[in-house]
């Protein structure tokens, strides 16, 4: 594969950086991701990570996507506490009153947590021969000559020459992209979707068949057109080393502000109502 340049630059270290760093790697003598967060050493939640505490899953495309990317990395995941499941069969979804029917082969999802999978993903990329990962480092400006950029400014005017810059700051920006209006560049057309939803997450005690011979159980009273408000929730096993807990996810749509104990939902809030603290750190 042909190299395309000395040193390519990607601002931001979460799941977008890190896939493109490892895209970028066999194509530049250098890359470097540049992190202003600080990365922990464990799989840990981190101040900048979306939704840390929340129930996440890989869904369908996105574990090929990462796999064929990064292989094995299925294996690590599940090793480390990852818990693979088939959409249609292992997760036991009531919706609208009644319980989904399950039937096999609908597509192979992974539940963890997000740092387990920023972890595994970030272990990788770091162990790339002509990659480096620094954190708390943020990216302030790009640099241009002749409208062409040509580097990042980091912090005291230390300035990083680069052929080829990858913003990947995420949706709560930070990032340097207002310097390329400043020289004139025309802002790019933004579409927003408004969904009108929150999330609230606790991490429950569990008891043993509680989710049956499925893999997660998903509730949800509320119906895509219907009244704002009405909450619903997911249950998931935590994975690995704390079989006995599981997370409830209540997503309700704003703008009404709701505990998670709306009246269809009640013997998951009565749950929830004996549930620990959340800590900081998403069991493994
Ligand atoms: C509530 C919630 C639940 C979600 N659940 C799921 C789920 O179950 N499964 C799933 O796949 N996705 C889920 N997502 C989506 C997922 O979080 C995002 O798609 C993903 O985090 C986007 O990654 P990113 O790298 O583009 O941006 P981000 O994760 O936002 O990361 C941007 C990074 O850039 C860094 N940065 C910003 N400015 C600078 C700067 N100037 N210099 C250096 N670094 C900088 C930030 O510190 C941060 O680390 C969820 C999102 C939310 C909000």
Known sequence: MGVMGEHAVVIGASMAGLVAAKALAPRFRQVTVFERDTLPDQ????????????????LISGRPALEKLFPGLTDE??????????????LLCHQMGAPRVRFAGGGLG???SRAHLEHAVRGRVAALEYAGIRDRTPVHELVLDRGRVTGVELGEGERIPDDLVVDATGRGGGGPAPT??????????VDTVK?????TTRLLHRSPGDLHD???LYLTSAVPCGPPGRPGASRTPAGRPSPGHAALLAARRSPARRSASGPA??????????????????PR
């Open 180 to 189: 390329l209006q400043r020289h004139g560049f025309p802002e790019p057309e």
């Open 214 to 216: 499925g893999a997660l």
């Open 77 to 90: 995941l599940v090793e480390g506490g990852a818990v693979l499941f088939d959409r249609g069969h292992d």
């Open 43 to 58: 799989a840990e939640n981190r101040r900048a990570g979306p939704h840390g505490g929340h129930a996440p899953a890989l």
């Open 110 to 112: 992974v539940r963890l």
């Open 265 to 282: 939902d009640r013997p998951v809030a009565a749950r929830g109502a004996r549930s620990g603290p959340v800590p900081h750190t998403v």
């Open 195 to 199: 969904i009108d939803v929150g999330y």
